[in-house]
Nanobody, 115 residues
Framework: QVQLVESGGGLVQPGGSLRLSCAASRSIVSTNAMGWYRQTPGKQRELVAI???????NYADSVKGRFTISRDNVKNTQYLQMNSLKPEDTAVYYCYANYRATAYWGQGTQVTVSS
């Protein structure tokens, strides 16, 4: 079993920045991939960004050029740096990790972009 704990969400004005963190309860070196998803009420959870064990990254078109995903294998933590935030980025953001084809999720952290 793996626990994922997100932090860093909050309220920010349009154009602002936030950095989300996701700490894993075990080494992330053995993960196949880690990533971030987000969800708004009434909509399906959508992929925001993903990073593989080889550090290859992929982003949703809506966040390309604004968000950056990274991972620190020493701290067993992944990050999502979010810049130039827009109101449409408002959502609950979930951390994701795939360990040997088993998916784990964090509890979610709220990000609200509003003036």
């Amino acid at each position: 079993q793996v626990q994922l704990v997100e932090s860093g969400g909050g309220l920010v004005q349009p154009g602002g920045s936030l950095r989300l963190s996701c700490a894993a309860s075990r080494s992330i070196v053995s993960t196949n991939a880690m990533g971030w998803y987000r969800q708004t009420p009434g909509k399906q959870r959508e992929l925001v960004a993903i990073i593989t064990e080889g550090a290859n990254t992929n982003y949703a078109d809506s966040v390309k050029g604004r968000f950056t995903i990274s991972r620190d294998n020493v701290k067993n933590t992944q990050y999502l740096q979010m810049n130039s935030l827009k109101p449409e980025d408002t959502a609950v953001y979930y951390c994701y990790a795939n360990y040997r084809a088993t998916a784990y999720w964090g509890q979610g952290t709220q990000v609200t972009v509003s003036s």
